[in-house]
């Protein structure tokens, strides 16, 4: 199957600073990439779609000012939790389709973000 | 509204027996794809199976099949003979309609426990 990569899988930062997460399609061009959340044993809530080239398209109730999403080409797409808060704290991950009506979409193995 | 219901928090089978994970959905749209994925606790999410809504068989894929009944709006999982392994979260997921962008939208999600 495709393969998906995060980076990084797990951050701690402090309260107040910013925290970019990149989603990178290996071998595959990703003409969308989606942006999930997660908390602890629930389920996996979209934030965000990104279309190479295009603004996101975010969910309702999501912060566009808060998380930054950028998909710059077809292979990468960053997520940017900005001055981060602990209610920010969460496990991110992320996916990707070479089309958006594909039978599935791939995911990255996550990233597990601290706020302190 | 689109939605997702897994009724089933937490599920027990003995090993290599055989268990069914619920999954109901609501959709008002004519086409759209159901999806399973399993989540162990290192967070990575893994395809399992795949039925899209005009599919007249149901979907297998080794031991995975997914029980489609489209009358009742269910497409539930069967695991046979069951493996230490297979213990994790299952998510149902749903892919609405064509022209939504492939987002998927998931279900709460069931805690599946296999007893040696």
């Known amino acids: 199957g495709a393969v998906v990569s995060q980076h990084p899988s797990r951050v701690i930062c402090k309260s107040g600073t910013s925290v970019k997460i990149e989603c990178r399609s290996l071998?595959?061009?990703?003409?969308?990439m989606f942006w999930y959340r997660q908390f602890p044993k629930k389920s996996l809530m979209l934030m965000a779609t990104?279309?190479?080239?295009?603004?996101?398209?975010?969910e309702q109730g999501v912060e566009k000012d808060k998380f930054l999403i950028n998909h710059a080409s077809l292979t990468l797409s960053t997520l940017t939790v900005t001055s981060a808060h602990p209610e920010d704290s969460s496990f991110y991950i992320c996916?990707?389709?070479?089309?958006?009506?594909?039978?599935?979409?791939?995911f990255g193995p996550g990233t597990r973000l601290l706020v302190l | 509204a689109q939605k997702i219901t897994q009724t089933q928090p937490g599920m027990f089978v003995q090993e290599k027996e055989a268990v069914t994970l619920d999954c109901t959905y609501d959709t008002s749209d004519p086409s759209y794809g159901l999806f399973w994925y399993k989540q162990p606790s290192s967070g990575e999410m893994i395809f399992l199976i795949y039925q899209g809504s005009y599919d007249q068989q149901n979907a297998t894929e080794g031991r995975y099949s997914l029980n489609f009944q489209k009358a009742r709006k269910s497409a539930n999982l069967v695991i046979s003979a069951s493996q230490l392994g297979d213990s994790a979260m299952y998510f149902c997921a749903m892919r609405p309609g064509r022209n939504q962008g492939g987002k998927l939208i998931f279900g709460q999600g069931t805690e599946l426990s296999v007893k040696p």
């Open positions: 990104s279309n190479e080239g295009s603004k996101a398209t975010y």
């Open positions: 996916s990707a389709s070479w089309i958006a009506g594909f039978k599935t979409q791939y």
């Open positions: 071998d595959f061009q990703a003409t969308t």
